[in-house]
């Protein structure tokens, strides 16, 4: 969670009334003193667009520290089929390397149509 100062330009992202605005800023502040903090305030359709803003910072900033691509890679064995996804860097090095025992699953059209033209050895 960012600190106080940077609170109110990320409430401002919100779509909401100037005067839910100004009530989000004071329950956060009330909600930050807590430990853990407590955002059980905010409605289904404000935590999903503050979760896609803090998804956005983040991918924005693994984006400038040289994350270029996520790659996957299908084994498949004995009729078992395992699925392996990776961050490529821009110099080519696998950075993260998550498998089935992370949750990896296959990916769906929905998720990533891309990979399902990529060659899988």
């Known amino acids: 969670m960012p600190d106080d100062e940077d609170l109110e330009p990320i409430l401002a992202t919100l779509d909401v ?3 839910r605005l100004e009530e989000l800023s ?3 502040e009330a909600a930050l003193a807590l430990d853990p903090p407590d955002f059980s305030f905010l409605t289904e359709a404000e ?3 503050l979760t896609l803003h803090f998804a956005h910072e983040a991918l924005e900033s693994m984006q ?3 994350l270029c691509c996520e790659a996957w ?3 498949e064995a004995g009729g078992v089929e395992l699925w392996f996804r ?3 860097e821009d110099d ?3 950075h993260s390397l998550d498998g089935p ?3 990896v699953e296959a990916p769906s059209d929905d998720e990533d149509p891309e990979v399902l033209r990529m060659p899988h050895y």
């Open 17 to 19: 009334t100037q005067e």
């Open 64 to 66: 400038q520290n040289g």
């Open 86 to 88: 990776g961050d490529i």
């Open 47 to 49: 935590r999903r667009a």
């Open 92 to 94: 080519g090095e696998c």
């Open 101 to 103: 025992y992370q949750g």
């Open 26 to 28: 004071r329950l956060s």
């Open 73 to 75: 890679y299908r084994l």
